[in-house]
């Protein structure tokens, strides 16, 4: 492949709206010291300026405790207390680290709830409220709490989104459409009535779905609304995975497993994980759907609050270049349509189905379980360090090559990438690279199977379940993005870079100018 770059072409803006935040699993791993140092470490290394996750109001928060927690008894729900300390500690932790939550207003305190309904491992109630009344009182203390401990100026630069994946029934929701309506009208007026200039918004849907609904809601009702977010993953959710459709399949892996006494984190990788499915996902299936939703969203700032590779826990692509690739090329295909592009998530600390523990699990994080940068964590690194200025080349070519461009004076950036959608896949690409500017210096920085692949040294070891801490400082040291000279040539015209990558290689070259 041949690429022609020409210096002096037009520019825009460098899309960086991945930096405005990350998700981060459910709120009360926020209390954990290595949460905590996993969350320093990626505000400090990538300049994230915001995390966002579940269950601020979860019972293990205790917001609410009445007398039917420590004894039942008739009538013992109204002897009760509210009390958001714990949110103050989790909040408190987020901003020590210089960063902002992004408030998710999830999920119902069981008290408070219409019924006992959990979705997840940590027992998340999906029920809408009892008495919205009554929820709306307490969404306004909660507002009123963070007013009185952060100040107005503080908490209005916060965003408040309304639930999470309402539209998935059992793991985050157990009402419907219309009952998530109510359940944002009502909770969107209590904190406007508290302080109207806080923001406001939702629906945080999974696939973008119920936006032209839920804006044509919004504005039937005058319903107060602030910015739209809503989540897209490519090819089938996990949640969409376990139908009836595919119950055979599942249980005949998991009857495997039992027989042979399997790998818990291999089975349950197998039980999900197809890469026939990932390779038939088009290369542009989240652009398109990034547009569709900025058309309808027209004005209004937009979010999309979840983002990744695939939502497949376990799915050992997590943990390899695929995702560092996928990560490349969706961000590069940007144009700087989003306040925020949040990537899900930070860590391989995660419970939502299950904690699994060893090294490297398939994980949704950047980090493994010991804070281990993975090849995704690398790739936004890499876009960390893109110059400001983008020049107009590449944009959307989707060929076996993505590559992009930016400038900075003299000194000019070529990140590439050979990104594809199937896992299997493993061809060599070929290129060539013309800047019509003399390079004194090129350096280039990799991520591939030598370079940024911690798995692959973990397995060198032989794979231990446990990792020491010399270990886990090794592989971070030998595993760490690095900048190298590159060959390159000099002619009369400009220069001339010349090599290739491999299917879902990436490099950054850096050309400083004469």
């Known amino acids: 492949m041949k690429i022609d770059i020409d210096v002096n072409g037009k520019t825009t803006k460098t899309d960086d709206s991945w930096k405005e935040g990350i998700g981060g699993d459910h709120a009360y791993q926020f209390h954990r010291s290595d949460m905590l140092e996993q969350m320093n470490f990626v505000h400090e290394e990538l300049g994230i300026r915001s995390i966002r996750f579940h269950g601020i109001f979860d019972d293990d ?14 009538g013992g729900r109204n002897v009760r207390d509210w009390n958001f300390r714990q949110c103050g500690h989790v909040y408190d932790n987020v901003l020590k680290a210089g960063m902002k939550p992004f408030v998710e207003l999830s999920f119902m305190p069981t008290p408070l709830a219409k019924k006992k309904t959990y979705g997840l491992h940590y027992k998340n109630n999906t029920s809408i409220p009892k008495d919205y009344e009554e929820w709306s009182k307490y969404i306004r203390k909660f507002i009123s709490y963070l007013l009185s401990r952060y100040g107005e100026k503080e908490v209005e630069s916060w965003y408040f989104e309304v639930w999470n994946e309402p539209d998935l029934k059992g793991g985050f929701f157990s009402g419907d459409q219309k009952d998530y309506f109510k359940l944002y009208e009502v909770t969107a007026r209590a904190v406007k009535s508290v302080d109207e200039d806080l923001q406001v918004g939702g629906p945080s849907t999974s696939a973008c779905k119920w936006i032209d609904e839920f804006l044509d809601y919004c504005k ?141 699990i398939g994980g949704y994080g950047i980090l493994t379980n010991d804070g281990i940068p993975k090849p995704n964590f690398h790739a936004f690194k890499i876009l960390s360090k893109l110059f400001d200025e983008r020049l107009d080349v590449g944009f959307r070519e989707f060929g076996k090559i993505e590559y992009a461009a930016f400038k900075n004076g003299k ?20 290129f060539e690279i013309f800047i019509n500017t003399k390079a004194s210096e090129v350096y280039e920085e990799r991520i591939d199977d030598c370079h940024c692949n911690p798995k692959r040294l973990w397995e060198k070891m032989e794979s231990p379940e446990v990792l020491l801490p010399e270990e886990v400082k090794l592989i971070k ?21 010349k090599g290739s990558l491999r299917t879902n290689d990436v490099i950054l070259y850096t050309i400083k100018g004469e």
């Open 220 to 360: 039937k009702n005058d319903v107060p609304l602030d910015f739209v977010s809503t989540h897209h993953y490519p090819g089938d959710a996990f949640g969409n995975l376990i139908t009836p459709a595919n119950y055979a399949g599942i249980f005949k892996t998991m009857r495997e497993a039992v027989k042979h006494k399997a790998d818990l984190t291999k089975t349950l990788g197998k039980m999900f994980f197809d890469p026939g499915k990932a390779a038939a996902v088009p290369k542009d299936a989240l652009t398109e759907m990034d547009d569709a939703l900025k058309e309808k969203v027209k004005d209004l700032p937009a979010f999309i609050s979840e983002w990744n590779s695939m939502a497949i826990f376990a799915a050992p692509v997590h943990d390899e270049k695929y995702s560092a690739a996928f990560v490349i090329k969706s961000v590069l295909d940007l144009k700087n349509d989003f306040k925020g592009y949040f990537f899900w998530c930070l860590s391989d600390l995660f419970e939502e189905q299950i904690q699994l523990n060893k090294p490297f």
């Open 61 to 74: 928060m205790w917001t609410v405790s009445d007398l039917n927690a420590f004894s039942p008894m008739p």
């Open 477 to 497: 040291e030998l595993s760490k993005l690095r900048k190298e000279k590159a060959a390159f040539e000099v002619t009369e015209e400009g220069t001339l870079l």
């Open 411 to 430: 000194d000019i950036q070529v990140v590439l990438t050979a990104q594809d959608n199937d896992p299997l896949k493993d061809e060599e690409n070929e």
